[in-house]
């Protein structure tokens, strides 16, 4: 007890009274509620990519009047790096921050709430740019009091696994030339261009003829602009390197293929739009098995998911294919079927292509996933005894 009754006569009160003061004192202890605040976590995204930013919510509610002394923590996988303000949280907590760099803590020790007061806390989470593909999870949990009550304590529940996911179809091409040289200029340039890019500088991978690989750095500085010169002539592959969240490099030329050519230079524009664009599909190969002249036989379906923040059209383009007769056909471009259409869009030797609408993946939504079946309807006459191998790219541009 707080206080101690020195005097006999008080005590003997004490005695006396007891059913009163055991009333008294059940008044005065504070109500403890039956319900709990549940805090119940949600993810802005689904899916998320190495270098993406997201936001986390996580909300609750007093469960009783007098709800106060009130601490949230929340631990987002190692490596995640972890943004708080206390200006994205309503009500306004005494304190919004971050013990470590991959964790968000938020505290209302000032004021006492009533029963039904809604919560909602938010906070920004960075996915690290090498983060691997996978499922990664969440752990939180909150501390409360009701009136002088000793602490509560609680886990945050909703939603505790995030998928990561990386964006595929990216293909290397090397080839080789005779020994004479020529120039290339990368330039960098934003859409839109009054938006704030987050870096200085980026990096700049070129791959070419005679094993040619090289990284450059274009800067600020320097007008992002870089000018490189006496490589051997041939054909190059131009790649960004830096990956920035929410900034998508796009390149001009489309296939991201420069031809240097003796004594002039080849240029590259490199554009960084502010959005985010990203397929993948699954499985990565099909076996159609053993196949014979003039047989129709099903491959397995494939499933293409849109893992960007925009909605997508998506085609389909033969990459490598297979010669099957004197005349060098190819046999996929004449024999597969997707969606249950043949390559259109062909001339001359170019390989099979299937546009968005021959696939019916028009304006995929983000997160969406949609089948794609296939069929080989081979030709009536083929070489016996021989392999056939193809490559099929997926490519996702931003619908309209």
Same mark, same amino acid.
């Given at each position: ?5 020195t005097?006999?006569g ?7 009274l #007891?059913?009163? /003061? ?5 008044? $005065?202890? *504070?109500?403890? &509620? ?11 995204m689904d899916?998320v990519?190495?270098?993406?930013e997201?936001?986390?919510? #996580?909300?609750? &509610?007093?469960p &009783? ?5 009130i601490r /949230?923590n929340?631990?987002a996988p ?7 303000d ?13 013990p ?9 020790t000032?004021?006492?709430y ?5 919560f ?8 690290p740019?090498e983060a691997?593909?996978?499922?990664? @999870? ?12 000793d602490p509560?304590?609680e ?7 995030l ?11 090397r080839a080789?030339?005779? *020994?004479?040289?020529?120039?290339m200029?990368l330039?960098?340039?934003?859409d839109p261009?009054d ?12 791959v ?9 750095? /274009?800067? $600020?500085v320097?007008?992002w602009e870089?000018?490189?010169c006496?490589?051997p002539?041939?054909? @190059? ?11 998508? *490099?796009? @390149? ?9 050519v003796?004594?002039?230079t ?12 990203? #397929?993948?599909?699954? *499985?990565s ?7 014979t002249?003039?047989e129709?036989k099903s491959?397995?379906?494939?499933m ?5 923040? /925009?909605?997508i059209d ?7 294919d297979?010669?099957y ?7 996929y ?5 997707? &969606?249950?259409?043949e390559?259109?869009?062909r ?5 099979g ?15 969406d ?5 296939? $069929?080989?309807?081979c030709p009536?006459?083929m070489y016996?005894?021989?392999? @056939? ?6 490519t ?5």
């Open positions: 007890m707080r206080r101690m009754m005097e006999r008080r005590g003997m009160l004490a005695v006396v #007891v059913g009163s /003061l055991l009333a008294m004192f059940a008044v $005065a202890l *504070p109500v403890i &509620a039956d319900a709990d605040p549940n805090p119940e976590r949600t993810f802005s899916v990519a190495p270098g993406e997201f936001e986390v919510t #996580v909300t609750f &509610a007093a &009783a009047d007098d709800f106060n002394d /949230l929340d631990i190692a490596g995640w790096i972890v943004t708080v206390a200006n994205w949280v309503d009500p306004v907590p005494t304190e919004a921050l971050s470590e760099t991959n964790e968000a803590e938020f505290r209302w000032t004021e006492s009533d029963e039904g007061q809604v909602q806390v938010k906070y920004e989470v960075l996915v740019a691997e593909p996978g499922i990664f @999870y969440f752990a939180g949990d909150m501390e409360y009091r009701i009136a002088d009550s509560h304590f886990d945050i529940g909703g939603q505790i696994g998928l990561v996911e990386s964006p595929t179809g990216e293909v290397s091409l080789r030339t005779p *020994p004479e040289t020529g120039c200029r330039i960098k340039v934003f261009d938006t704030e890019f987050p870096h200085d500088q980026i990096e700049v991978r070129v070419g003829p005679d094993d040619f690989g090289e990284t450059y750095t /274009l800067r $600020a320097n007008d870089e000018h490189i006496d490589i002539v041939g054909t @190059y592959l131009v790649e960004e390197l830096t990956v920035v969240p929410g900034w998508i *490099p796009t @390149y001009d030329p489309d296939t991201r293929e420069l031809e240097v003796s004594g002039e080849a240029t590259m524009t490199i554009t960084n739009t502010h959005s985010v664009i990203g #397929v993948s599909v699954s *499985p190969d099909i076996d159609f098995g053993e196949t002249p003039g129709t491959g397995a379906t494939i293409v998911t849109n893992t960007g923040s /925009l909605p998506v085609r389909a383009e033969l990459d490598e297979t010669v007769n004197d005349v060098e056909d190819h046999f471009t004449d024999a597969l079927w997707l &969606a249950g259409g390559a259109s869009g001339t001359g030797d170019d390989l292509s299937w546009t968005a609408g021959d696939l019916g993946l028009e304006s995929v939504e983000s997160g996933s949609e089948d794609v079946t296939t $069929a080989v309807v009536a006459e016996p005894d021989t392999e @056939y191998t193809g490559k099929l790219l997926f996702a541009s931003a619908s309209d």
